[in-house]
């Protein structure tokens, strides 16, 4: 049961950043998806680097280049840990 409700925040938390992002706030839905990364990891969902990319992407749409490269590295880190 909490798999199916994490499962169901996280899409529900995925259409909300891409909704911010499709407006233009692109820091707003990088910190939504950077939340619930760290919600998602906390659970060991496997979900979790995808949303750290999200978040690295909205960064980077936000010209915060710094941001967006350490998300994405976290994200690298992460499938790392899933899959090795």
């Given at each position: 049961?909490?798999?199916?409700?994490l499962?169901?925040?996280?899409g529900?938390?995925?259409?909300?950043?891409?909704?911010l992002?499709?407006?233009g706030?692109?820091?707003?839905?990088?910190?939504?998806?950077?939340?619930?990364a760290?919600?998602?990891?906390?659970?060991?969902?496997?979900?979790?680097?995808?949303f750290?990319?999200?978040?690295?992407?909205?960064?980077?749409?936000d010209?915060?280049?710094?941001?967006?490269e350490?998300?994405?590295?976290?994200?690298?880190?992460?499938?790392?840990?899933?899959?090795?």
């Amino acid at each position: 049961k909490n798999k199916a409700s994490l499962h169901k925040v996280a899409g529900i938390a995925g259409k909300l950043g891409e909704s911010l992002e499709a407006r233009g706030h692109h820091s707003r839905a990088a910190v939504v998806y950077a939340e619930s990364a760290e919600h998602l990891l906390a659970a060991k969902h496997p979900s979790a680097s995808t949303f750290l990319c999200n978040a690295g992407l909205a960064w980077k749409r936000d010209k915060e280049w710094e941001k967006g490269e350490a998300l994405y590295a976290a994200a690298l880190e992460t499938l790392h840990l899933h899959y090795d």
